[in-house]
């Protein structure tokens, strides 16, 4: 598919069924629904010698038009009397809200904000859910056997930390970082809502920041996924520990063709796992 049509028409969906039941009930995700990453999306052209394609992908559309209205829904009434905040303790973003989403499922807590608005919708809930699920059900995508990073992200029994919604306006920005890794685990996923953005991503400078031994990575060269709404990302493995991502500002081009992605305001829900509990206690130990 020629990348000339990203910015003017919603990608085809890819070996995926949608059995709407209702205005106000979900579509049901049948066993039948299966979804795979989309190679145009992932601009490897300048990749670093290092990269490895299976740490970053993008999956096209794990939501319906239904179930993303009323995301964005749940999401826009808790953010409704915020205000944009000018930067973070990280010096990272600017321009932006957040907050932890009610997340019955999260098997551990963080310390954002949570709201006072109750329980996400049924349909809410259900994409939570959903991404989880795809995300549990393929880790071997994204954790290559040859990798050092795998055997210490491998595990039978996945936590959660709870979703968290960014609301990042037009002008906002959100500057080359590595999430830390303190605090959560092996996979950084995002769920991109409303307006069209690129992440990119680029060798990491501080190599204090890698798992495994950095010694010999390439500072040169990045990666470029591109995120429609309603797309899912991932990054593992080295895309998670030795790249840094950031969102490129509005009308930045992607692929060969440059073709122009204008951002607009842009919601986002992360999903993160939680750091496995011998880990923590391995680096609270003296």
Same mark, same amino acid.
């Given at each position: 598919?020629? &990348?000339?049509?990203?910015?003017?028409?919603?990608?085809?969906?890819?070996?995926?069924?949608?059995?709407?039941?209702?205005?106000?009930?979900?579509?049901?995700?049948?066993?039948?629904?299966?979804?795979?990453?989309?190679?145009?999306?992932?601009?490897?052209?300048?990749?670093?010698?290092?990269?490895?394609?299976? @740490?970053?992908?993008? !999956?096209?559309?794990?939501?319906?038009?239904?179930?993303?209205?009323?995301?964005?829904?749940?999401?826009?009434?808790?953010?409704?009397?915020?205000? !944009?905040?000018?930067?973070?303790?990280?010096?990272?973003?600017?321009? !932006?809200?957040?907050?932890?989403?009610?997340?019955?499922?999260?098997?551990?807590?963080?310390?954002?904000?949570?709201?006072?608005?109750?329980?996400?919708? /049924?349909?809410?809930?259900?994409?939570?859910?959903?991404?989880?699920?795809?995300?549990?059900?393929?880790?071997?995508?994204?954790?290559?056997?040859? *990798? *050092?990073? *795998?055997?210490?992200?491998?595990?039978?029994?996945?936590?959660?930390?709870?979703?968290?919604?960014?609301?990042? /306006?037009?002008?906002?920005?959100?500057?080359?970082?590595?999430? $830390?890794?303190?605090? *959560?685990?092996? &996979?950084?996923?995002?769920? @991109?809502?409303?307006?069209? @953005?690129? &992440?990119?991503?680029?060798?990491?400078?501080?190599?204090?920041?890698?798992?495994?031994?950095?010694?010999?990575?390439?500072?040169?060269?990045?990666?470029?996924?591109?995120?429609?709404?309603? @797309?899912?990302?991932? &990054?593992?493995?080295?895309?998670? !520990?030795?790249?840094?991502?950031?969102?490129?500002?509005?009308?930045?081009?992607?692929?060969?063709?440059?073709?122009?992605?204008?951002?607009?305001?842009?919601? $986002?829900?992360?999903?993160?796992?939680?750091?496995?509990?011998?880990?923590?206690?391995?680096?609270?130990?003296?």
């Amino acid at each position: 598919m020629k &990348l000339l049509l990203l910015a003017q028409q919603p990608m085809r969906r890819r070996a995926a069924t949608w059995y709407p039941v209702g205005r106000r009930v979900s579509a049901r995700w049948h066993s039948t629904w299966t979804v795979e990453p989309h190679p145009d999306w992932v601009d490897a052209r300048f990749a670093p010698s290092n990269f490895v394609k299976e @740490s970053a992908i993008v !999956y096209p559309n794990v939501l319906s038009d239904e179930e993303a209205s009323s995301l964005q829904q749940d999401i826009s009434i808790r953010m409704k009397r915020r205000r !944009y905040e000018k930067g973070h303790w990280d010096a990272v973003i600017t321009g !932006y809200k957040e907050v932890e989403l009610p997340d019955p499922d999260a098997t551990k807590r963080s310390n954002l904000p949570s709201s006072r608005f109750g329980p996400l919708s /049924n349909d809410s809930e259900t994409v939570l859910r959903r991404v989880r699920t795809l995300l549990e059900s393929n880790d071997s995508i994204w954790m290559p056997s040859s *990798s *050092s990073i *795998s055997s210490k992200c491998e595990t039978k029994n996945r936590t959660w930390l709870p979703c968290h919604a960014i609301d990042l /306006n037009e002008t906002g920005e959100l500057t080359a970082h590595v999430d $830390s890794i303190k605090f *959560s685990g092996c &996979l950084v996923s995002g769920l @991109s809502l409303l307006s069209p @953005s690129i &992440l990119r991503l680029k060798p990491a400078a501080n190599e204090d920041n890698n798992e495994n031994d950095s010694s010999h990575v390439i500072k040169e060269g990045h990666v470029d996924l591109y995120l429609p709404p309603k @797309s899912l990302y991932v &990054l593992s493995g080295v895309s998670r !520990y030795q790249y840094t991502h950031e969102l490129l500002p509005t009308h930045s081009t992607f692929g060969p063709q440059s073709i122009p992605v204008p951002r607009g305001l842009r919601y $986002s829900v992360i999903f993160r796992d939680a750091k496995d509990d011998d880990e923590e206690e391995e680096e609270s130990d003296p």
